[in-house]
């Protein structure tokens, strides 16, 4: 079956918009994760969904990011009001579960570029 | 937090065996430490998980000591498609949720 996919796979922007950046995990994982990678570094953990619980914010680097999961299947990372050093790759993962023992899978990531 | 130390970079060549050691100090009970493996311009890649002793597949071997402050990855016979970034991981359990913490992980360069 298909893997986990984003979209757009590279965004340019301006300081000061706001862009949306899409998620499809796999089908049936009820788990869903969001992590950003700046150039040359590891992976910053940004949020997790699973279910229909209240998602896990406190990655989330400040107000300006926030993200929706809708029907427990696509997710949105929408950023407000993008600044320069939002420019890293967003990278989205699904798991069967939040179990520790669930491997995560990950989609190949939105390179976004704030200018 | 269970913080993670390994080194920044690894040079082999292709054929040998490869074990990369990460140091987790503050690694709590109920903690699992996963080795995830990152090529460029991909997402990760899960290579193995261990919670003690030692853990066996196709891809790794992870071998784990009694007090659980370590660990080591060992590819055995690596290839020029090994040449990627590893990352170890101590998977925060709070809560029993998968919440996985990347440090800067080792680049490994494999040379013909």
């Known amino acids: 079956g298909a893997g986990v996919s984003q979209s757009p796979s590279n965004k340019v922007t301006e300081k000061g918009k706001d862009v949306e950046l899409r998620c499809d995990p796999i089908?049936?994982?009820?788990?869903l994760y969001w992590y950003r990678q700046s150039l040359g570094q590891g992976l910053e953990f940004l949020i997790y969904?699973?279910?229909?619980?209240?998602?896990?914010k406190s990655g989330l680097p400040s107000d300006r990011f926030s993200a929706e999961r809708t029907g427990g299947s696509v997710s949105t990372l929408t950023i407000q009001r993008t600044q320069q050093e939002d420019s890293a790759v967003y990278l989205c993962?699904?798991?069967?579960?939040?179990?520790?023992?669930?491997?995560?899978?990950f989609g190949p990531g939105t390179r976004l570029t704030v200018t | 937090l269970a913080k993670t130390t390994q080194p920044i970079s690894m040079d082999s060549y292709e054929g040998q065996e490869v074990n990369i050691t990460c140091s987790h100090n503050?690694?709590?009970?109920?903690?699992?430490i996963t080795w995830y493996q990152q090529f460029p311009s991909q997402g990760p890649r899960f290579i193995i998980q261990g919670y003690k002793t030692k853990v066996t597949n196709e891809v790794a071997s992870l071998f784990i000591p009694a007090d659980r402050k370590s660990s080591t990855l060992s590819l055995p016979r690596v290839s020029l498609s090994d040449t990627a970034v590893y990352y170890c991981l101590v998977a925060l359990t709070p809560g029993g949720y998968n919440k996985l913490i990347f440090g800067a992980g080792t680049r490994l360069a494999v040379h013909p």
């Open positions: 993962a699904s798991s069967q579960g939040l179990a520790v023992t669930y491997e995560q899978y």
């Open positions: 503050n690694i709590a009970t109920n903690d699992y």
């Open positions: 089908s049936g994982h009820t788990a």
């Open positions: 969904f699973q279910g229909n619980s209240a998602p896990d």
